[in-house]
């Protein structure tokens, strides 16, 4: 049976084991709504102004002992959604604690407003005999938000939906339009205590809230630099608050990044080049080679002409959706992160999860049709020896 998404103030969560399917309806809690300051501040950002601010942060995650642990990038450039240009936002943090490998990456489309357009956040711990892996995906379609959201753990999924109206989401800063709102902050300047609405941990919309920090000095590989922070604060309503402290340099670029209470720090080992915005570039033109064949010069020709109108328009397509080297990316890793036998139900388990139209029930029905062969570790396989 499919899924209805619940509206807001409600959620519905499907846990699935083996053959065992239950919801869970759980109680409305009072919306959390954004301050005025902060409305007016989103509608105060001009396009112009987010245009010195497309470039790749990377930092090296390291322990309180100064021992690298894995990296933290940052990438923001234009691209169009449905139509619409807008920004581009990926961010990929993985690493080792511990030896437990674990990452989160965030894909965002967001509006030059920095409304969240759609989003896929991903988050896995690779506990050993015990995987844990949590996606959320948002997405802004016929005029409300839709939040899906699937924890996996061992063999065990949980699976939420919601709905929330426009009007509720006023203020929404999603994690991939913090970090482009972040770098306004530096260039724009920020008030004391703006409240935006956020999502804590456990995709509740909560408050929270940004506020000014002290300029300091940092030494960034044989330089010293006066950087300036923010600190975030997700006030969640179930749990502590979850605060980052990020600090910039004057052009926006990140020098470090820290949640309180945890053990690692991201931090700028050298200094980024300077950037300069160069001029629209023009379209690449593939000039004609003479043609000097005997026979059938007229239909190798054509051939040919064929072949470079569709090189074009790939290669037209590939530069208006980057988007897709960073998803493939993300997938890549997971997948040799995880190495299962049967490549092709995995890809099919891991981009299904995604859709917004997806059923109710286990991360892995695809692998019961006839076209997957079940795994060796497929729950399905022993539901049927069993059977």
Known sequence: MDSKPMQIGQTEESLTSGDENMSVPLSADPPAVASEEALQYLQSIAPEELGELLFTDSLVTTSDTGKELGEFTVSIELTRHSGQECL???????GAIDNVPMGTSVTAYVSKKLQTLEQTHHEYVKLEDNHLDKKTYIVLQDGQYVINRVITQGEQVQRSDQTYSLESMKGFISEGSNLMLQRVMV??????????????????????????????????????????G?????????????????YFISDGHLS????????????????????????????????????????????????????????????????????????????????????????????????????????????????????????????????????
């Not at 581009?88 to 993985?94: E, M, P, V």
């Not at 300029?215 to 300036?228: A, I, L, S, Y």
Request: aromatic residues 10%; hydrophobic residues 35%.
């Open 88 to 94: 581009l936002i990926h961010a990929n943090s993985h």
């Open 187 to 228: 260039r724009k300047g920020i008030a004391d205590n703006l409240t935006f609405l956020s999502f804590d941990p456990d995709a509740v919309l909560c408050k929270a809230t940004y506020q000014p920090l002290e300029e300091r000095p940092q030494k960034v590989g044989e330089n010293e630099v006066v950087v300036m």
């Open 230 to 246: 923010i600190e975030r604060t997700v006030h969640s309503k179930s749990d502590m608050p979850t605060i980052w402290q990020t």
């Open 256 to 387: 470090s990044r820290v949640q309180i209470g945890s053990p690692v720090t991201m931090r700028l080992l050298r200094m980024p080049p300077t950037i300069f915005r160069d001029d629209k570039a023009e379209p690449t033109k593939f000039p004609k080679k003479p043609l000097n064949w005997e026979e059938d010069m007229q239909l190798y020709s054509k051939f040919l002409d064929r072949k470079e109108e569709l090189k074009g328009d790939h290669a037209t397509y590939m530069k208006h959706h980057p988007e897709l080297k960073a998803l493939l990316a993300d997938f890549l890793q997971f997948l040799l992160l995880r190495k299962p036998e049967d490549v092709v139900a995995f890809a099919a388990d891991y981009f299904t999860a995604f859709s917004p139209s997806s059923i109710s029930g286990s991360a892995y029905a695809t692998s019961k049709e006839a076209r997957y062969a079940p795994r060796p570790n497929s729950p399905f396989k022993k539901q049927d020896e069993q059977s």
